[in-house]
């Protein structure tokens, strides 16, 4: 299995001249450009240090689960993250919101900003945005991958989509306690953050297609 992992070290040469070299305006995609993990592992990595993440979508689902909501993802890695929902989900109206000051369970009182930030943000890229707010919408606390959401929910298989780095597209399999259990393509931005989500996720009973288009990814460093 390969496992996600960065080690990058950027060397600034400047020239022999007087004027110094001109900084990449497109560092991200110049410095990853042939490395898809990298690319994945440097994403995750960004969000779960973050000071602030803020991401709006609108999540369409269909087959053997159904969906259709706009929904808000805030994250704020020392103080709180939130949720709120609302839509169609399983051909129900539903219209809820959630915190991390106030969880649910008893299981989820002592998780601290955070533990639920990178759980959060991480679960988000490896699995979606409708996995935890599916269990929101359920009136449950977010999964945030029993302590461990980078050791409960593995990729395998990251690679760019057909056409290389230039369509910024990564895909991968998703594999949850060793079982894959579904095939992702994120496209990403300018900025090497996430923009649209495809993926198809296998239950016993079928599949479900999955869109997720993000209006909003912000990211305060």
């Not at 994945?40 to 960004?46: G, I, Q």
């Not at 993440?53 to 709180?80: F, P």
């Amino acid at each position: 299995m390969k496992r996600l992992a960065l080690a990058l070290v950027l060397t600034a040469c400047g020239s022999r001249g007087s004027k110094p070299a001109e900084e990449p305006k497109d560092l991200a995609a110049i410095v990853f450009s042939d490395d898809p993990v990298a690319v994945l592992a440097d994403l995750e990595d960004r969000l779960a240090a973050a000071r602030e993440v803020e991401v709006i979508a609108d999540v369409h689902a269909e087959g053997a689960l159904t969906a259709e909501v706009h929904g808000e993802l805030h994250v704020e890695r020392e103080r709180v993250s939130w949720i709120k929902v609302k839509g169609w989900f399983v051909d129900q109206p539903v219209q809820t919101k959630w915190s991390s000051l106030t969880p649910l369970s008893e299981l989820t009182f002592d998780v601290t900003p955070p533990e639920w930030a990178e759980g959060l943000l991480v679960g988000a890229v490896r699995m979606g945005t409708l996995h935890n707010w599916a269990m929101v919408m359920s009136e449950k606390d977010p999964d945030i991958g029993h302590g461990d959401v980078r050791s409960w929910v593995l990729v395998e298989h990251v690679a760019w989509a057909e056409g290389g780095a230039p369509t910024r597209t990564l895909t991968w399999t998703i594999v949850v306690d060793g079982i894959p259990t579904g095939e992702v393509a994120l496209e990403l931005d300018e900025r090497m953050l996430p923009l649209r989500r495809r993926q198809v996720v296998h239950f016993p009973q079928g599949d479900m297609r999955v869109e997720e288009r993000y209006r909003r990814f912000d990211v305060v460093p």
